[in-house]
C-alpha cells in the first residue's frame, strides 16, 4: 500500500507520497489547486496548496448524496467546497461570508465555533476542515487516480488530544485511517535527514505566515516509533511574514505621504505586493515596489512631475526595518528563553546538537545568519523550509529514521596549482554520499604550498561546502555573508567553512619550498554523527598528525 503523509498549516498544506524506487518522499502537486502550477519560482512554495476554503452551497442530488457517511466513506459525490488557490483567488476583490483563509487554529482550540456562512446556513470550523479535506482528497484521486486509504498526519507540539480526535475522525467519515501522528519537529528532523542513533536536542524554527514558534525537542530511538519527542523547551511569538508585510507596507506610505487605504480591495492589492517586494529582496538585493494607494495614483503631484517616482527597497532598508521593528531581538529573545528552560531540563551548556529551520519567513535576510552565529553553520539546516514536516512524515512513515543517511551538500578542500599558484577546491566528500564512510573514503598524498615562499611550518586544510541543485530541481543556498542564493544544476555555491582557523597540525621539520615531493598522506572519511574525520600522517617523520579527528560537521 503507497504510503501518504499530510502537513495541514495554517497558511498552506502539504501532501507527500513514499517514492519506493528512489527511496524518498515527493510532493504530490495538484495544479488545479496549488499555489504555482507552473512552479517558476520556488520561493513561492509553488507545490504546496493553500490552506483556504470557500464553501458552496448544496445545489443538486449528487452533492447532498455525498454528504452521506455511508457514502463519503466510499466515493466523492458532487463539491462541498472550493479549496486551495481558485478559493484565493475568488476572494481577491471581495471576501465573501463563505470564505475561510485557515482553519487550523480554530480546529485546534474552538472546533464547533462558526466560522462561515452561506446564504442561512453556517459552517463551524469541522465542517470547513472536513469540507477542505475532502475537496484535497477528491484532488488527489483525480489527479493521481490512486485513493487515499492510509495517512500519516503532522501535528504541533503543544496541540491537544482534541485536535488529534478532531482530525482523526473527519478522515475516518471520507474513508482514510490515520496511520499515525507525528510531532511537526520530530518530523522536521527526520525531513532533515538525521540520524537517531542516540539522543539529540534539536531546535527547531518555525516560522511561517502568522507566528513564530522555537521548539528544543530531545528525540532519540524511541522518538521514532512513537513519533513524538520530549519537549524540553518552547517559546513563541505572533510575528511573522503577514506582519512583515504589513511593516513593508506602512514603510511604503510613510516615504509616499500617505496612509494605507481602509479600503479592504485597496489594502489586499497592496498587501500583495509587499509580499512580492520582500520575497524578491530574499534573493536579491533591491526590488521596485510598483503598486501605489489609490490617492497616489490620481495625486496632481504626480502628474505634474510627469508620472510615479520609483520607490525602491532595498536589502538594507528591509533589514532596518526589521531591525527597527524588533524581529532580531525577538529571535534572541525567544532562543533565550527556551535555552534557559532547556537548561533547567539538562540541556548541555554547548547547546542544541541541531537547529533545523522550518517555514517560508526563515528566509528573510538576517534570520539565518543570527542562528548561524549563534550555533555555528555546521549545526543550522535550512535548505528545506517549504517541506521538511511532510516530508519527514511521510519517510518516519515508510521507513523511520534512515539507519544509512546521506550527506546532502558537497564537500571539498582548497589546493593550489603548483605552477600556477591558482586557488583551486577538489571534492572530498561528494552530494549523496552515505555514512558512516570508510575512514579513508578519501586519500591523496599531498604537497604543502609554501604559498609565501617560506617553509611551511602549519599543515592547513580549508574544507568547503559547495551548494549545487540536483538536476532539474532548485534550492537555496547561503553564503558567508549570510544571504541567500538560488541554486540550479547549472550554478554553485562554494562557501569556506573553517579558512579563518583552518590550522590543523604542525609540521617537523618544516617543508622546504620547492619541493615538491609528497609531504603529506591525508585521508578523509564521515562518521556516524556526520562529522568530517581526518588522519594525517607526516611522511617525511612518519608521525601521525591526525588520527580519525573531527575537522567539520556536515549536512
Known sequence: MAVWSIDVGTTN??????????????????????RDPRGDDPLQAPG????????????????????LPFVSRRVFWGRHAIIGRPAVERNLTRIHPAFVPGFKAHLQHQALRPIARVGKTTYTARDVARAFLRELLAEVERVTDERIREITVTAPVDAYEGYRAELRALFKELGVKVDRFVDEPVAAAAGYGLSVRGRRNVLVVDMGGGTTDLALIEIDARSVESGTGRVLAKAGR????????????????DELGTRVPDDPFWERLLLDEARWVKE?????DSEPFHMRPPGELASAEAAR????????????????????????????????????????????????????????????PGVFPYFEQRFGRDR??????FQAVVSGACTLSARGFAPSDYIVHEY??????????????????????????????????????????????????????????????????WDEA??????????????????????????????????????????????????????????KSNKVLMNGEPVVRLL
Open 305 to 364: 512631475m510627469g508620472g510615479l517616482r520609483e520607490l525602491v527597497v532595498t536589502r538594507e532598508r528591509l533589514v532596518s526595518l526589521l531591525e527597527r521593528r524588533g524581529l532580531y531581538a525577538m529571535l534572541a529573545e525567544c532562543t533565550d528563553e527556551v535555552l534557559e528552560r532547556g537548561r533547567a531540563e539538562g540541556l548541555s551548556a554547548d547547546g542544541p546538537d541541531d537547529v533545523l529551520m522550518v517555514g517560508g519567513s526563515t528566509l528573510l
Open 380 to 385: 543550522v539546516r535550512a535548505w528545506q523550509p
Open 412 to 477: 571539498a578542500i582548497v589546493i593550489y596549482d603548483q605552477a600556477t599558484g591558482e586557488r583551486k577546491t577538489t571534492t572530498i566528500i561528494p552530494a549523496g554520499t552515505r555514512f558512516p564512510t570508510k575512514p579513508d573514503l578519501w586519500r591523496r598524498h599531498l604537497v604543502p604550498t609554501c604559498a609565501l615562499g617560506e617553509p611551511e611550518r602549519i599543515f592547513k586544510l580549508v574544507i568547503c561546502e559547495i551548494g549545487r541543485a540536483p538536476e532539474k530541481e532548485r534550492s537555496f543556498g
Open 238 to 253: 505572533a510575528v511573522a511574514g503577514d506582519l512583515v508585510d504589513r511593516w513593508v507596507l506602512h514603510e511604503v506610505c
Open 280 to 284: 524578491q529582496i530574499f534573493l536579491k
Open 13 to 34: 498544506t502539504g501532501l507527500c507520497r513514499w517514492d519506493p524506487e528512489q527511496e524518498r518522499a515527493t510532493l504530490v502537486v495538484l495544479p488545479e489547486i496549488c
Open 48 to 67: 504546496v496548496v493553500p490552506s483556504a476554503t470557500h464553501m458552496v452551497e448544496e445545489q443538486d442530488v449528487w452533492t447532498r448524496l455525498g454528504r
Open 482 to 539: 549570510g544571504q541567500l542564493h538560488k541554486l540550479d544544476a547549472q550554478g554553485s555555491l562554494v562557501v569556506p567553512l573553517n579558512e579563518a582557523n583552518p590550522a590543523l597540525g604542525f609540521l617537523d621539520p618544516p617543508h622546504q619550498p620547492g619541493d615538491r615531493t609528497p609531504r603529506l598522506d591525508v585521508r578523509f572519511g564521515v562518521d556516524e554523527d556526520r562529522w568530517l574525520v581526518a588522519t594525517v600522517v607526516d611522511l
